[in-house]
């Protein structure tokens, strides 16, 4: 039953990766060397934070690099000011005029370059800010734009909607870009070793590496103790002689064996697996990260990255690490090897895992169809994270109404005990993300991003942390040897019933 439940999720988390992987890229610090054909009139190139220095005047960052286009253009620049970008994005009632209208002058444009065309435009611009972190937007526009045919009142028209602003509907071949050519660097010249990293993911190596060692060091501890310090090497006397726990294990497999109950702990093997999988996942994310601080190159649409095997395979192993313990966490409120060999109302939760799995899987296909980096920072502020979140809340009203049935049909004190811890723990675990969200939205847009990332990794960890702490291999036979418990229960109350007690307890 192990197998094939693996199996199947598996299957599912092999598509829903591959989504996922596309719509949680960082910020891009070196834009291409890349070209597109745009039947745009506009094109989002990038955001990214830079870094603030308290002294007027000091260079945070830079931007250098050229860019080839076919038409007269600009390239323009935005900030994160409520009458800047946020004002002018998805606002269609505003005109061409107003949006490339510079900030002296009353507009919200913080600076445009004109792009000459047929030629190569050498871009070298120096960024200094002294109040605060703050997000730039950046995006060529043409120059043709005040040529847009005329809307109501006289007023050029503006369509401010999804990643294609400034366009008016009609894709008139003398006003869109045709093809463009970038290749820039954007570069926070006060962050060291991480000066490519945007300053909202700034910390991430660090932070990842940290992790890693953690999960590292835990693996490691586990591997030395389970080996050296067992129970299988614990003595104890039995009929006069010395015995230690292994040659007990094989009386008692040869015993359980021959009963029919042969259960071999396939939680605690799984929990094994989500471990070593949440540590390739780090290994890939640093490796990743440890390449992009040195060159800032990462899959954009301006390039196709190699780099891009490593975001795909770290992301993909830390969706399945994250899945899989909900799927586990599914099955113990089922109490599955706890409290019954077999799953309670299996067809039902299959049921229930598929619609999530797959309504997941469909969101974040919606996300990478529909990513708009222009307006949101990671999914969870879109649509389809918004419904990823309410998914996460109906595994939790399921896993809640689980973990009560199994409850009331167990009998064991330990046992009932054990529910308990595990209603507490992994409420707070499902409820953890949508709090996470919620939460951070109280934070600058500058430091969300990894804000959230640094409370996902530890939510993930102390829930994997404590599921080996509860079911430590040494202790996990009190929960799920079901077969001798249900003997040994059924001793004592034979003892209870002859109303005596041994000499030796006396």
């Not at 507009?107 to 109040?131: C, F, Q, R, S, W």
């Not at 870009?177 to 926070?188: A, E, S």
């Not at 799984?270 to 992009?292: H, M, P, Q």
Request: with cysteine; hydrophobic share 45%; glycine share 6%.
């Amino acid at each position: 039953m192990a197998a094939k439940l693996s199996f199947w999720i598996i299957r599912v988390i092999s598509v829903t990766v591959v989504l996922d992987s596309f719509v949680q890229f960082g910020h891009s610090m070196h834009i291409g060397p890349g070209t597109i054909t745009s039947n745009e009139i506009w094109e989002f190139v990038t955001k990214f934070a830079f870094n603030y220095a308290p002294q007027a005047g000091t260079i945070i960052g830079k931007i250098s690099g050229t860019i080839r286009v076919d038409s007269d253009a600009f390239l323009v620049i935005y900030d994160d000011q409520d009458f800047s970008w946020s004002h002018i994005y998805n606002n269609d009632t505003l005109t061409c005029d107003y949006a490339l209208l510079p900030r002296a002058k009353g507009g919200p444009l913080v600076n445009k370059y004109k792009l000459m065309p047929h030629k190569v435009n050498a871009i070298d611009i120096k960024i200094t800010e002294h109040l605060r972190p703050r997000l730039w937007y950046f995006a060529i526009v043409t120059a043709k734009c005040n040529s847009v045919n005329k809307a109501k009142n006289g007023k050029k028209a503006m369509d401010l909607h999804n990643l294609h602003w400034l366009d008016d509907g009609e894709k008139n071949g003398d006003l869109k870009l045709g093809k463009v050519f970038i290749d820039l660097n954007l570069i926070n010249t006060r962050q060291g070793y991480q000066e490519h990293f945007s300053f909202d993911e700034e910390g991430m190596l660090p932070m990842t590496v940290l992790f890693l060692i953690v999960y590292f060091v835990g693996f490691v501890s586990q591997c030395y103790f389970q080996t050296n310090f067992s129970d299988n090497k614990v003595p104890s006397i039995v009929d006069g002689r010395i015995t230690t726990t292994s040659e007990r294990a094989r009386k008692l497999t040869t015993n359980s064996s021959s009963s029919g109950n042969g259960q071999a702990f396939p939680l605690v093997k799984l929990w094994g697996i989500l471990v070593l999988l949440e540590l390739a996942s780090l290994v890939f994310r640093t490796v990743d990260l440890l390449i992009y601080s040195k060159d800032g190159e990462e899959a954009t649409r301006w390039r196709w990255s190699r780099l891009l095997t490593l975001q795909i395979f770290g992301w993909a192993t830390d969706i399945a690490s994250q899945l899989g313990l909900a799927l586990m966490v599914m099955l113990i409120a089922k109490g599955w090897t706890i409290t019954a060999n077999e799953i309670r109302g299996r067809g039902q939760l299959m049921c229930f895992l598929v619609v999530v799995m797959v309504a997941t899987c469909l969101m974040y296909g919606w996300a990478a169809v529909d990513w708009d980096p222009a307006s949101t920072l990671y999914i969870y502020e879109s649509v389809p994270g918004t419904v990823v979140l309410v998914l996460r809340l109906a595994m939790f009203f399921w896993f809640i109404r689980s973990l009560i049935e199994t409850f009331r049909l167990e009998a064991s004190l330990e046992r009932r005990s054990l529910y308990k811890t595990v209603a507490v723990i992994y409420s707070l675990w499902f409820l953890s993300l949508p709090l996470i969200v919620v939460g951070a939205y109280m934070l600058s847009p500058w430091y969300r991003a990894k804000v959230v990332s640094a409370l996902v990794y530890s939510v993930h960890t102390i829930a994997l942390s404590v599921f080996g702490v509860l079911f430590w291999p040494s202790r996990a036979k009190r929960y799920f040897n079901i077969k001798q418990s249900i003997n040994a229960d059924a001793e004592e109350g034979k003892s209870l019933l002859r109303g005596g007690y041994d000499d030796d307890e006396l």
